[in-house]
Nanobody, 127 residues
Framework: VQLVESGGALVQPGGSLRLSCVASGSSLNDHSVGWFRQAPGKEREGVSCIYFSDGDTYYADSVKGRFTISTDNAKNTVYLQMNSLKPEDTAVYYC?????????????????????WGKGTQVTVSS
């Protein structure tokens, strides 16, 4: 599975962005897909995860109520709608996929243990 992220940008606090993760090479059915982020000097953390087949979702407390993860099964794509952005959301956002079936485990996984990663897209929240 190859994953390509897009949609990152510079945005003002309170603004919105939608990130896309397009998969190729294989269907994402029977995979969990997650959005992770890594800020400078910090470890990569799971932000939101979804089980592609049934839409089960998980959100980190820091983004709950502001971010929404969704899928377009026909396009083999996962989105992350980010609203009410804060400066602390600034990071490189990565998409990952794995055959894990529990979205909580997906978002809590050690990054090296996940099967597939994209190269990331930069999100900067600043005035």
């Amino acid at each position: 599975v190859q994953l390509v992220e897009s949609g990152g940008a510079l945005v003002q606090p309170g603004g919105s962005l939608r990130l896309s993760c397009v998969a190729s090479g294989s269907s994402l059915n029977d995979h969990s897909v997650g959005w992770f982020r890594q800020a400078p000097g910090k470890e990569r953390e799971g932000v939101s995860c979804i089980y592609f087949s049934d839409g089960d979702t998980y959100y980190a407390d820091s983004v709950k109520g502001r971010f929404t993860i969704s899928t377009d099964n026909a396009k083999n794509t996962v989105y992350l709608q980010m609203n009410s952005l804060k400066p602390e959301d600034t990071a490189v956002y990565y998409c990952a996929a794995d055959t894990l079936t529990t979205v909580q485990h997906m978002c809590a996984a050690v990054p090296d243990h996940l099967d597939y990663w994209g190269k990331g897209t930069q999100v900067t929240v600043s005035s």
